[in-house]
């Protein structure tokens, strides 16, 4: 596996001036490709501005800030960046002709052994192997806005992705400090799925007239969402119960009968063998002798530190 020493973004907008921070910041040397000189200084003056507050927040030292902006040059041709790149990762808008046709040029100006990742936030990855003589070399690297913070990038192979792209792909992602973690593509990939089902449902409820945006937004805030960053919904469907789950969709189901909350066969199934969650040590996970208690323990642990954090920002917000 070739050592990665340079970088390529194309794009340097929303995503592409953070993607491009990251790189930079652990090391790597970037080109960061877009349309023209103004995207490309607008992009510059983002990273600089990041910079400075990643130092007063105390994230790095402040002489780190000069290195880190020299390893980010900036141009708008591609063919010469695509030459000397060792990866290549693609954060162009969501427009699938745009990507295909950035990927066919990819594949004709990059050396045979490079990487070539998109940032995709919904397109199958296999609608790109028709694009280039190299599907093998195509990956997805789906990574969360703001990049520069968010750890999750999800590794997305499509049918063609050789293992050699993968382990390029994950091995970077882990030299950089994020969390990466595979799933198979398909549409929306998986958070983008229960992210979009989420909102979908919250424009429901404002759209019914249940409440407004702001009310939606608190209590999502105050409550599963105050969980989830310590816990995802198959380990708090096993700290709830998977009887208590089932029973909810029945009677939204019921009452409301809509697709979404159709009780799901596979929730039946661990209602039918007993496999209830930390009630009876087993449910989505399973659980040793005292498993149960540590994991309570820890379960609190984990949420009182949340919620000093919450009060703190509570206090700041009121001054907003
Ligand atoms: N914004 C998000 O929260 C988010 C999160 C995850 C993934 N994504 C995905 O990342 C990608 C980029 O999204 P974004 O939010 O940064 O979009 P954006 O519109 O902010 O930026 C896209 C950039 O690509 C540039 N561009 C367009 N055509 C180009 C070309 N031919 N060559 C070089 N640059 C070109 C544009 O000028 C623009 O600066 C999309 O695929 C999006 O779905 C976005």
């Known amino acids: 596996m070739k ?17 491009a921070q990251v790189f930079a910041v652990n090391g790597v040397s970037v080109k960061l490709v877009d349309e023209n000189d103004d995207l490309l200084n607008r992009a510059q003056r983002w990273i600089t501005d990041n ?12 002489d780190k800030v000069q290195p880190t902006l020299s390893r980010v040059q900036y141009t708008v041709d591609l063919k010469q960046a695509a030459r000397t790149a060792d990866y290549v990762l693609e954060a162009v808008n969501e427009n699938l002709d745009l990507k295909k046709r950035i990927f066919q040029q990819l594949g004709q100006w990059t ?7 998109t940032n995709t936030s919904s397109f199958d990855i296999n ?6 003589a190299h599907p093998e070399r195509i990956i997805g690297t789906h990574w969360f806005h703001p990049p520069q913070i968010t750890p999750c990038v999800e590794i997305i192979p499509s049918s063609a992705t050789s293992q050699e792209t993968i382990e390029v792909a994950i091995d970077l992602m882990r030299r950089i400090g994020k969390a990466p973690t595979r799933c ?17 449902e919250a424009l429901a409820i404002v759209e019914e007239g249940l ?10 805030r105050t409550s599963f969402g105050f969980r989830l960053s310590a816990y995802g919904p198959f380990q708090i469907c096993d700290q709830a119960g998977a009887d208590t789950y089932n029973t909810i969709y029945e009677y939204l189901y ?5 697709e979404q909350f159709k009780p799901s066969p596979l929730l039946k199934k661990q209602v039918e063998q007993g496999y209830l969650g930390l009630k009876t040590n087993h449910g989505f996970y399973e659980y040793k002798k005292g498993a149960a208690e540590a994991m309570k323990r820890e379960r609190d642990k984990k949420l009182y530190a949340r919620l000093r954090l919450f009060r703190e920002e509570q206090k700041t917000e009121k001054k907003i």
Do not use: C, W
Not at 9 to 19: C, E, K, R, S, W
Not at 211 to 220: A, G, H, N, R, Y
Not at 254 to 258: E, F, T, V, Y
């Open 51 to 62: 910079l400075n507050y990643m130092v007063e927040l105390g994230e790095i030292k402040k």
């Open 254 to 258: 019921g009452k409301l009968k809509r």
């Open 127 to 132: 609608e790109f192997s028709a694009v280039t």
């Open 211 to 220: 409440t407004t945006p702001e009310e939606v937004d608190q209590i999502v």
């Open 184 to 200: 198979r593509s398909a549409p929306g990939f998986v958070a983008n799925r229960i992210q979009m089902a989420m909102a979908a």
């Open 111 to 117: 050396r045979p052994h490079v990487a070539l990742a």
């Open 3 to 19: 050592e990665i020493k340079e970088v390529l973004i194309v794009g340097a907008g929303t995503m592409g001036h953070g993607l």
